[in-house]
Nanobody, 125 residues
Framework: QVHMVESGGGLVQAGGSLRLSCAAS????????MGWFRQAPGKEREFVAA????????YYADSVKGRFTISRNNAGNTMDLQMNSLKSEDTAVYYC??????????????????WGQGTQVTVSS
């Protein structure tokens, strides 16, 4: 497994931007597909975005497509999520996750075996 820590969450007004980062330790980071998930109060954890181990393929939930951008730096063991044009419905705890998945299998929570502790993102309207 890979140990991961998220950072960059906070309070932002609607229309604003935030950049989340996920710092990972462990020698298997570069072999992992990585993803971002979020969970709002009273709701199930949902897929936000994912990136293949090489960074060559990215996937997004329809709700964030065109607004969020996922990226990774395997040399630095980091992954980022640039979030623009934020909406109140983006308010949630955001988690980074790592696992051995490919393609649309990376949309599923169960396909990840390493998780960070989460970072709160609050968008005020």
């Amino acid at each position: 497994q890979v140990h991961m820590v998220e950072s960059g969450g906070g309070l932002v007004q609607a229309g604003g931007s935030l950049r989340l980062s996920c710092a990972a330790s462990g020698r298997f980071f570069s072999t992992y597909a990585m993803g971002w998930f979020r969970q709002a109060p009273g709701k199930e954890r949902e897929f936000v975005a994912a990136i293949s181990w090489s960074g060559g393929n990215t996937y997004y939930a329809d709700s964030v497509k065109g607004r969020f951008t996922i990226s990774r730096n395997n040399a630095g063991n980091t992954m980022d999520l640039q979030m623009n044009s934020l909406k109140s419905e983006d308010t949630a705890v955001y988690y980074c996750a790592g696992g051995y998945c490919s393609g649309y299998r990376c949309f599923g929570v169960d396909n990840y075996d390493s998780w960070g502790q989460g970072t709160q993102v609050t968008v005020s309207s």
